[in-house]
Antibody, heavy 119, light 107 residues
Framework: EVQLLESGGGLVQPGGSLRLSCVASGFTFSSYAMSWVRQAPGKGLEWVSDISGSGGSTYYADSVKGRFTMSRDNSKNTVYLQMNSLRAEDTALYYC????????????WGQGTLVTVSS | DIQMTQSPSSVSASVGDRVTITCRASQGISSWLAWYQQKPGRAPKLLIYAASSLQSGVPSRFSGSGSETDFTLTISSLQPEDFATYYCQQTNSFPITFGQGTRLEIK
């Protein structure tokens, strides 16, 4: 059974940093791209970042480029999202998501971890 | 960036109704489109990928069609558990983008 378990969310002041983690199980982790998708309270889905199975390629939404860094440790079946220079508009539930295989469709989602940026 | 526009933003329907939701891309995306269903307090669920392929375990009353810029999600006979918000997503190119969502409500 595929499981994705996020952690690391919390309350942070504007300008601060957080690192989200997502531990995966139930599939051959290194064979699949992974992504982060966020959802602000009461709003729609926003793709944030994506990383290839090897970790060699990363992609970012314009809204986070230069501030967020996605990485993975295939030995630990874990992806990370390092978030710096946080803004109020980064407040959202952050989902870890698994690529279905090939074209970035998401077939499994975590339960999400809430990030709140407020003073 | 490719913009995805869904219509309608919300729709009211009854159990047993046939419902169609549309999604328009700002430029051609071939068939690189997915549909997701999201219920309150839950993570999204993949329904359709590659515009018309049904994800495993999804009831056959859900179907998708379209290519390039115009896509549709059809629910042939609404069931009580189908009342939710639906999102389209293009994966043709980065940045990946979602539509704004369509809320399907009970009439």
């Amino acid at each position: 059974e595929v499981q994705l378990l996020e952690s690391g969310g919390g309350l942070v002041q504007p300008g601060g940093s957080l690192r989200l983690s997502c531990v995966a199980s139930g599939f051959t982790f290194s064979s699949y791209a992974m992504s982060w998708v966020r959802q602000a309270p009461g709003k729609g889905l926003e793709w944030v970042s994506d990383i290839s199975g090897s970790g060699g390629s990363t992609y970012y939404a314009d809204s986070v480029k230069g501030r967020f860094t996605m990485s993975r440790d295939n030995s630990k079946n874990t992806v990370y999202l390092q978030m710096n220079s946080l803004r109020a508009e980064d407040t959202a539930l952050y989902y870890c998501a698994k690529d279905k295989g090939g074209k970035r469709y998401v077939d499994y989602w975590g339960q999400g971890t809430l990030v709140t940026v407020s003073s | 960036d490719i913009q995805m526009t869904q219509s309608p933003s919300s729709v009211s329907a009854s159990v047993g109704d046939r419902v169609t939701i549309t999604c328009r891309a700002s430029q051609g995306i071939s068939s690189w489109l997915a549909w997701y269903q999201q219920k309150p307090g839950r993570a999204p669920k993949l329904l359709i990928y590659a515009a018309s392929s049904l994800q495993s375990g999804v009831p056959s009353r859900f179907s998708g069609s379209g290519s390039e810029t115009d896509f549709t999600l059809t629910i042939s006979s609404l069931q009580p558990e189908d009342f939710a918000t639906y999102y389209c997503q293009q994966t043709n190119s980065f940045p990946i983008t979602f539509g704004q969502g369509t809320r399907l409500e009970i009439k």
